[in-house]
């Protein structure tokens, strides 16, 4: 006996070992057939792979919970979703709600407090105005909503930075198919103020101008607000009225921020502003900031305070709303001169950087300068000071001593007048200048008060910066006597708020005395010698008397100080002695020598000085100058036209119209015009090729010329007059030329023009004076034919059969009308006549006028037998009669023009004036051949005659308007009037053209009736057959024919065909 599993592993063939079953036993085929154990599977779909999104860096979301909203299953913090991020921003959301952390105010930075707690008091606010209880937030990212259900979410905003924030916050529904997307805008800005200089300032300038020019102006290239210069030490008084506009400017400040704006406004020069939000805190420390504003006491207080600024604002505090506009008032009242600087600080709440605004302002006081204007004296002796000048000099020391020591202050200038004598005027200026920046007001005390040998002007006025002005003094001596006299320079600034900032004592000294020696000058009005206008070559001499009116004698002494002068000027005496109540004459000589060769003009020369000499003492008491004023000039003249008279192109053969040049005494002195020649004629052949060769007087001078009338000058083909004339100052001269045109030639002469007393160095051989003219032959292009029948076919030759209408053929010289249907319709049928021997009719046009007449006999009555002479061939037939050449109706006895018949073929020639003259041409039809009287001819041209101008074109018309069928043929000839070039004095060509008519005969029926008439012939036919005959007919004539068969009704014959066109020469069935 084994044991059971030993009996089994020995029987059946298995066992278990470590709980696995093994056997050794072969499989069985039938197990595979077994159906196996049933199971169940489950498809799950895979959700869709969401978009990878950023995390929230500027926003958080919070959860508002109530109490049941708790216990509906809010998932915890720190469980994400998707991008969602449940952590905070910064490390300090993490320790609690913004409720919570509200109440640790004074960790958080002020940045921090604007973002964080402004949530918090948001949420505060919301919780206090609901009815509901009091909800807290979570901060959570997955919920669980039940169905219909809902939850209350919070988005909190902060940022690090200014600028607009765009992020996306994403929301996923497990097993859901939709992804929904929020997007979460914020803006984060610190309240500001516009900053832009045209919105801030009333007034910019891209360039800074001069200082005085500076009005309350903002320079760009400094970035600083100027007022500019202003009066410095006023008083101000009245400042908050608007009582100082200079002293006031105004800036626009602007809410251009997202938020309402509180600023502060301070001058840097006054320390740091208050803390606003302190101030706010504590109402105690709101006058901290004005407290130390103030000046420090003690010296130690007072040494450490800094220097007083001239600068106000107002207000110092502003509320703006959104884009409101607030002014601000800067007010500059400076003490004293010079430049201040300083700074307009603006502070705004909740901005942590301040803002600047630089302004400066110039503290000025009139300041003046005065000048004397003495005037230079060229012959004064190198290193001599005028008199003005040193006086003033020594009368400015003399003031400063005089105010040393208290006593009264003597002039700063002197105006020293020269003695002058009686009933004389002399005049001195000064100049006042504003040296400062800002206006001021000047004027004279005292002036009023002058003596009237004085006069001052202008006495007072207002002078800008920079400017000045010039004060005359005018004096006049009245009788002798000595003057000294005192006014005083006052100025004051333009309100007049400084008084009188500065006196300047001014002396103004003269004396007037009576000569001892009367001068009688040539010219009244006038002390000196004036010559007056001149001419270079005259020699003149003026008078100069001496009187001695006292009872002592008085030696005289002339000088000349210029060596040009000299050269000019002769005196004679030059020196000598006047007796009491007696007078010497002197003697000044202008140009005695006649060795001046130039212009010489002296205005007010002083070169001449009279020195009268005390005899006892050989002392020089006075020295009065001789003016000397003198105009020596050549003849002025002008010639118009300048260089020359061109006459241009002038017909042969004619006498141009007479051209004038004009001749203008521009001087004072007459003088005489001479014209005489200065070169012969210079004829020069003009290039016209083979066209120049033919002319008879091409090249040829007119031999018969006539003699020029009396006074008038023959200069080659020129003609002038007059030759010779006398033209006075102001005047003018015509001079009349007339150009003489022969052959075709361009002619020229060249006129010597002779003006008496001109500049010696002025063409010395003659004015030179061109005349030049050209002759030209009239004519018209007669070689260029493509031109002239350019409108029509030019051929090398005619074909005779197969002619084209309106053809000129050049070998023939022949231009072709064609043939053209005769207008047969409106002639006299009783007129016919047989062609003349002349008019070259065809054969063929032979044999259709006899056929015509055959016609008109079997129309009067009578029948022609066929074969008969005259008769017409044998199934021909015309359409009208017709015979040459017929009578043409007319009204009231005159013939009607061909160009006026509707049907007439008309051509336009095209005729050129190649020529720089116009022309005149004639055109004519001439027919080849005898003509009947009372006849006209059916070829005319129109116009019969034009004008061509130079180098332009014109059109004439040719029309043909045959009436009868013959042809007809003429000369045609364009004629230039004058002609002298045959090769364009005219056109000459033949003119044809042909009269006809349609013309058919009959080639079927060849059979004809009793009477002459086409024949059809059917014969014997069976009731009820037909039969069919074609009638054939020819155009024998050279135009189109429109054939047209008609018959009466008959139950028997029927046509079959109706009218067709044949063309010549065609037949047709």
């Known amino acids: 006996e084994a044991p059971q599993k030993e009996v089994a592993h020995a029987v059946v063939g298995f066992n278990f070992n470590s709980g696995v079953l093994s056997t050794v036993l072969p499989q069985v085929p039938a197990d595979k057939l077994l159906p196996p154990a049933p199971y169940e599977l489950r498809v799950l779909a895979q959700p869709p792979k969401r978009p990878k999104r950023l995390p929230l860096t500027n926003f958080k979301v919070w959860t508002i919970v109530s109490g049941q909203a708790a216990k509906a299953g809010v998932a915890g913090a720190g469980s994400a979703v998707g991008a969602m991020s449940s952590s905070p921003a910064?490390?300090?959301?993490?320790?609690?709600?913004?409720?919570?952390?509200?109440?640790?105010?004074?960790?958080?930075?002020?940045?921090?407090?604007?973002?964080?707690?402004?949530?918090?008091?948001?949420?505060?606010?919301?919780?206090?105005?609901?009815?509901?209880?009091?909800?807290?937030?979570?901060?959570?990212?997955?919920?669980?909503?039940?169905?219909?259900?809902?939850?209350?979410?919070?988005?909190?905003?902060?940022?690090?930075?200014?600028?607009?924030?765009?992020?996306?916050?994403?929301?996923?529904?497990?097993?859901?198919?939709?992804?929904?997307?929020?997007?979460?805008?914020?803006?984060?800005?610190?309240?500001?103020?516009?900053?832009?200089?045209?919105?801030?300032?009333?007034?910019?300038?891209?360039?800074?101008?001069?200082?005085?020019?500076?009005?309350?102006?903002?320079?760009?290239?400094?970035?600083?607000?100027?007022?500019?210069?202003?009066?410095?030490?006023?008083?101000?008084?009245?400042?908050?009225?608007?009582?100082?506009?200079?002293?006031?400017?105004r800036f626009r400040i602007t809410n251009n921020g997202l938020f309402p704006a509180h600023a502060d406004f301070w001058l840097r020069s006054n320390g740091q502003p208050p803390d606003s939000a302190t101030a706010a805190a504590d109402p105690k420390k709101k006058g901290a900031f004005a407290g130390a504003a103030k000046p420090a006491t003690g010296s130690k207080a007072a040494a450490a305070a800094p220097p007083a600024t001239p600068f106000q604002i107002q207000p110092t505090t502003m509320d703006l709303a959104i884009d409101e506009t607030q002014e601000l008032t800067v007010f500059a009242f400076p003490a004293t001169e010079g430049l201040f600087e300083d700074s307009v600080m603006c502070r705004l709440r909740d901005n942590p950087t301040p803002l600047e605004f630089p302004i400066s302002v110039v503290g000025a006081k009139p300041s003046v300068a005065v000048k004397l204007n003495v005037p230079a004296v060229s012959h004064e002796p190198s290193g001599k000071t005028p008199t003005g000048l040193r006086r003033a000099t020594d009368a400015g020391t003399a003031a400063k001593g005089a105010?040393?020591?208290?006593?009264?202050?003597?002039?700063?200038?002197?105006?020293?007048?020269?003695?002058?004598?009686?009933?004389?005027?002399?005049?001195?200026?000064?100049?006042?200048?504003?040296?400062?920046?800002?206006?001021?007001?000047?004027?004279?005390?005292?002036?009023?008060?002058?003596?009237?040998?004085?006069?001052?002007?202008?006495?007072?006025?207002?002078?800008?910066?920079?400017?000045?002005?010039?004060?005359?003094?005018?004096?006049?001596?009245?009788?002798?006597?000595?003057?000294?006299?005192?006014?005083?320079?006052?100025?004051?600034?333009?309100?007049?708020?400084?008084?009188?900032?500065?006196?300047?004592?001014?002396?103004?000294?003269?004396?007037?005395?009576?000569?001892?020696?009367?001068?009688?000058?040539?010219?009244?009005?006038?002390?000196?010698?004036?010559?007056?206008?001149?001419?270079?070559?005259?020699?003149?001499?003026?008078?100069?008397?001496?009187?001695?009116?006292?009872?002592?004698?008085?030696?005289?002494?002339?000088?000349?100080?210029?060596?040009?002068?000299?050269?000019?000027?002769?005196?004679?005496?030059?020196?000598?002695?006047?007796?009491?109540?007696?007078?010497?004459?002197?003697?000044?000589?202008?140009?005695?020598?006649?060795?001046l060769r130039q212009e010489v003009i002296l205005v007010n020369n002083t070169d001449i000085v009279m020195t009268l000499i005390e005899p006892s003492t050989d002392n020089k008491e006075q020295q009065v100058p001789i003016k000397l004023s003198a105009h020596a000039q050549f003849s002025h003249y002008a010639i118009t036209p300048a260089r020359g008279l061109h006459f241009g192109p002038v017909t042969y053969n004619t006498v141009s119209k007479p051209r004038t040049f004009e001749v203008v005494n521009l001087g004072n002195f007459p003088f005489t015009l001479r014209i005489t020649a200065m070169g012969a004629e210079k004829p020069t052949e003009e290039v016209v090729g083979k066209a120049g060769k033919g002319s008879k007087t091409a090249g040829k001078r007119g031999s018969a010329t006539p003699e020029p009338p009396a006074?008038?000058?023959?200069?080659?083909?020129?003609?002038?007059?007059?030759?010779?004339?006398?033209?006075?100052?102001?005047?003018?001269?015509?001079?009349?030329?007339?150009?003489?045109?022969?052959?075709?030639?361009?002619?020229?002469?060249?006129?010597?023009?002779g003006i008496t007393e001109r500049d010696f160095r002025d063409q010395p051989e003659g004015i030179r004076y061109e005349l030049a003219g050209e002759s030209c032959i009239p004519g018209i292009d007669a070689t260029n034919i493509a031109s002239i029948f350019e409108e029509h076919v030019v051929l090398s030759h005619l074909d005779p059969f197969k002619p084209i209408n309106c053809s000129f053929g050049l070998r023939d010289k022949v231009f072709n009308f064609g043939t053209i249907i005769a207008q047969l319709q409106d002639m006299d049928p009783a007129v016919v006549a047989v062609p003349d021997a002349g008019a070259a009719a065809t054969k063929a046009d032979k044999k259709a006028a006899g056929s015509a007449k055959a016609a008109a006999r079997s129309s009067g009555g009578g029948a022609a037998k066929p074969g008969s002479a005259g008769a017409p061939a044998t199934g021909e037939f015309v359409t009208a009669p017709f015979g040459t050449p017929p009578?043409?109706?007319?009204?009231?006895?005159?013939?009607?023009?061909?160009?006026?018949?509707?049907?007439?073929?008309?051509?336009?020639?095209?005729?050129?004036?190649?020529?720089?003259?116009?022309?005149?041409?004639?055109?004519?039809?001439?027919?080849?051949?005898?003509?009947?009287?009372?006849?006209?001819?059916?070829?005319?041209?129109?116009?019969?005659?034009?004008?061509?101008?130079?180098?332009?074109?014109?059109?004439?018309?040719?029309?043909?308007?045959?009436?009868?069928?013959?042809?007809?043929?003429?000369?045609?000839?364009?004629?230039?009037?004058?002609?002298?070039?045959?090769?364009?004095?005219?056109?000459?060509?033949?003119?044809?053209?042909?009269?006809?008519?349609?013309?058919?005969?009959?080639?079927?029926?060849?059979?004809?009736?009793?009477?002459?008439?086409?024949?059809?012939?059917?014969?014997?036919?069976?009731?009820?057959?037909?039969?069919?005959?074609?009638?054939?007919?020819?155009?024998?004539?050279?135009?189109?024919?429109?054939?047209?068969?008609?018959?009466?009704?008959?139950?028997?014959?029927?046509?079959?065909?109706?009218?067709?066109?044949?063309?010549?020469?065609?037949?047709?069935?």
């Open 887 to 1069: 009578r043409w109706p007319s009204t009231s006895g005159q013939q009607i023009s061909v160009l006026s018949d509707p049907g007439a073929v008309k051509a336009n020639l095209k005729f050129i004036n190649p020529i720089k003259v116009p022309c005149t041409v004639n055109f004519s039809i001439k027919p080849r051949g005898g003509m009947q009287s009372g006849a006209r001819f059916p070829m005319d041209v129109s116009p019969s005659n034009i004008v061509i101008p130079p180098h332009e074109y014109r059109h004439v018309t040719l029309a043909f308007s045959p009436r009868a069928i013959q042809q007809y043929s003429a000369m045609f000839e364009a004629a230039v009037v004058g002609r002298g070039n045959p090769a364009t004095a005219g056109f000459v060509c033949e003119v044809r053209g042909e009269g006809t008519l349609p013309s058919l005969s009959f080639q079927e029926p060849s059979a004809t009736d009793t009477s002459g008439r086409p024949h059809l012939k059917f014969g014997r036919l069976l009731a009820g057959r037909s039969s069919q005959l074609l009638v054939n007919v020819r155009n024998n004539g050279v135009l189109p024919a429109t054939a047209r068969l008609e018959m009466d009704h008959h139950p028997a014959f029927t046509l079959l065909e109706g009218p067709q066109v044949r063309h010549g020469r065609e037949d047709a069935s």
């Open 90 to 249: 910064d490390g300090s959301s993490q320790k609690g709600s913004p409720a919570e952390k509200s109440d640790k105010g004074g960790k958080a930075t002020q940045r921090g407090r604007s973002g964080s707690s402004a949530a918090g008091v948001a949420v505060e606010q919301a919780e206090q105005q609901a009815d509901t209880p009091p909800r807290r937030l979570t901060e959570a990212s997955r919920w669980v909503i039940p169905a219909w259900g809902t939850i209350d979410l919070l988005v909190q905003f902060t940022s690090d930075s200014v600028g607009k924030v765009n992020e996306l916050l994403g929301f996923d529904v497990v097993c859901g198919e939709r992804n929904q997307r929020v997007v979460l805008a914020g803006a984060c800005d610190y309240p500001r103020i516009s900053t832009e200089a045209r919105n801030l300032y009333y007034k910019t300038a891209k360039v800074r101008p001069s200082t005085p020019q500076i009005k309350q102006q903002f320079i760009m290239p400094t970035n600083t607000f100027e007022f500019g210069p202003v009066l410095a030490g006023r008083d101000k008084a009245g400042y908050l009225e608007g009582a100082h506009p200079d002293h006031t400017a």
């Open 403 to 595: 105010a040393a020591k208290g006593a009264k202050p003597v002039a700063e200038y002197i105006m020293q007048f020269d003695r002058l004598l009686l009933n004389r005027k002399d005049s001195q200026s000064f100049t006042v200048s504003n040296t400062g920046v800002v206006p001021f007001k000047w004027q004279l005390a005292g002036a009023t008060q002058l003596p009237p040998d004085f006069k001052v002007y202008p006495s007072s006025g207002e002078l800008p910066a920079g400017k000045h002005v010039c004060v005359t003094v005018e004096f006049t001596a009245i009788k002798k006597q000595e003057l000294s006299e005192l006014v005083t320079l006052e100025v004051l600034d333009i309100q007049e708020a400084l008084g009188i900032s500065r006196s300047i004592p001014m002396a103004i000294r003269g004396e007037a005395y009576d000569i001892h020696v009367d001068i009688k000058f040539p010219q009244e009005n006038f002390a000196g010698v004036d010559y007056g206008p001149l001419r270079v070559v005259d020699s003149v001499a003026k008078q100069l008397v001496l009187k001695n009116t006292e009872k002592y004698d008085v030696k005289f002494s002339f000088a000349i100080r210029n060596e040009t002068v000299k050269q000019l000027v002769q005196i004679t005496p030059e020196s000598g002695v006047v007796l009491p109540n007696k007078e010497v004459q002197v003697m000044v000589h202008w140009n005695k020598d006649l060795s």
């Open 711 to 753: 006074g008038s000058l023959q200069l080659g083909q020129f003609t002038l007059e007059p030759a010779e004339a006398v033209i006075k100052p102001g005047a003018r001269q015509e001079v009349s030329v007339v150009f003489k045109a022969e052959g075709n030639i361009c002619w020229s002469a060249v006129a010597a023009l």
